[in-house]
Structure formats: structure tokens, C-alpha cells
Antibody, heavy 118, light 107 residues
């Protein structure tokens, strides 16, 4: 069974940083394209970014609101994906989901809440 | 980016009745659309991908159709566990984008 477990969320002041982790099991992580999707309170989901597998060079793509501030990485030896978030803004507040996704998001974690507030 | 517009915003359906949810893209997305169901306090769950292919474990009462700009999710014989918010999503173009959701409630 596929499991995705996010951690690292919390309360941070504007301009601060957080690093989220996503521990996975139940599938071949090294072969998977993975994504982060977030959801602001009361809103629909919003794609954050994607990281391809090693076969595809572990290249990353980001959406415009986070470009230059967020970085996705992966450690295939630990079946884990990361999201480094810098220069956080109030509008980055929301639940951050780890997903197994190249196009459609076939598996989701339970999410971790990030609150950016002074 | 491609904007996905869902209608109606809210749908009230009696148990056992059918429901039709619509999604329109701001430009053609071919057949590259997925549908998700989200219950309160839970992560979204994939229902349909590639417009009409049900994800593993999804009951046959859920079906998807459409092409180009217009897509439909049909729920036959609504069950109580089907309440929640449904989202469409295109992945034909980067970035993938979601609609704003249709809330399905029991009448």
C-alpha cells in the first residue's frame, strides 16, 4: 500500500523559512515523479512544483508564485522528498500535500499545515 | 495559465439520484483532465484521469467524459459517502491547474 507522510509544517513569520519532508513507502520511489500541491484555507488545490526521477535528471518545475523562493529535492536512498521554502509570505499559508504525480496526482499524503503570520 | 471553471458551485442531490458536474477550460486541454473528491479534513482523492479512466478502487458509478474545453463528471445513484467537494484539474499544460470546486450535498 502506498503511504506518503509529510512533516515539518508550523508557524513562521513573514520572510522566514521552513523545510518540509515527505517520507514514502509502498512504491518504487526512485522511479516516481513527485509533486507538492498546497491548499489555502477554503480554496481549491494549487500546484507548487514537481521533481522528476533520476532517469529524467531530477529536474524540477515550479509555479510562478513560488519560483525563486521554493526548492524541491529528493533523496532516493531514503525514499523522501523535500520542499525548502524561503522568503515566506502570508499568502503561502495553507496545507501542503506531498503527491505522487507527474500529471494527475494519484496518491496524496495527509498534508502538513504551514501558517505564515506575524 | 489555463483557468478551469466548474459549475455549479453547489449541487444538492437526493440519495440514489444522479449528479452531473461540469468543468470548462479557458483553452483546449485535449483529453488531459482529472477529477478528485475531497471530504472535509481530508486530502483530495483521485477519481478519474485522462478524462474517463477510473482510478483503482473507484466505483463504477463515477464516470468522466468530454474533450477540448468541456468536461463532465457523472455520479450515478449518489451515496452518502459521496458528499464533499469535487475538483477538476488539467495537466495538458504547465502548470497543472484546478477548478474552484463543486460542493455536493445531500438534499
Amino acid at each position: 500500500e502506498v503511504h506518503l507522510v509529510e512533516s515539518g509544517g508550523g508557524l513562521v513569520e513573514p520572510g522566514g523559512s521552513l523545510r518540509l519532508s515527505c517520507a514514502t513507502s509502498g512504491f518504487d520511489f526512485s522511479d516516481a515523479w513527485m509533486s507538492w500541491v498546497r491548499q489555502a484555507p477554503g480554496k481549491g488545490p494549487e500546484w507548487v512544483g514537481l521533481i522528476k526521477s533520476k532517469t529524467y535528471g531530477e529536474t524540477t518545475d515550479y509555479t510562478a508564485p513560488v519560483m525563486g523562493r521554493f526548492t524541491i529535492s529528493r533523496d532516493d536512498s531514503r525514499n523522501t522528498m523535500f520542499l525548502q521554502m524561503n522568503s515566506l509570505k502570508i499568502e503561502d499559508t495553507g496545507v501542503y500535500y506531498c503527491t505522487r504525480a507527474s500529471g494527475w496526482a494519484e496518491s496524496w499524503g495527509q498534508g502538513t499545515l504551514v501558517t505564515v503570520s506575524s | 495559465e489555463i483557468v478551469m471553471t466548474q459549475s455549479p458551485a453547489t449541487l444538492s442531490v437526493s440519495p440514489g439520484e444522479g449528479a452531473t458536474l461540469s468543468c470548462r477550460a479557458s483553452q483546449s486541454v485535449k483529453n488531459i483532465v482529472a477529477w478528485y473528491h475531497q471530504k472535509p479534513g481530508q486530502a483530495p482523492r483521485l477519481l478519474i484521469y485522462d478524462t474517463s479512466t477510473r482510478a483503482p478502487g473507484i466505483p463504477a458509478r463515477f464516470s468522466g467524459s468530454g474533450s477540448g474545453r468541456d468536461f463532465t463528471l457523472t455520479i450515478n445513484s449518489l451515496q452518502s459517502e459521496d458528499i464533499g467537494v469535487y475538483y477538476c484539474q488539467q495537466y495538458n499544460d504547465w502548470p497543472p491547474t484546478f477548478g474552484q470546486g463543486t460542493k455536493v450535498e445531500i438534499k
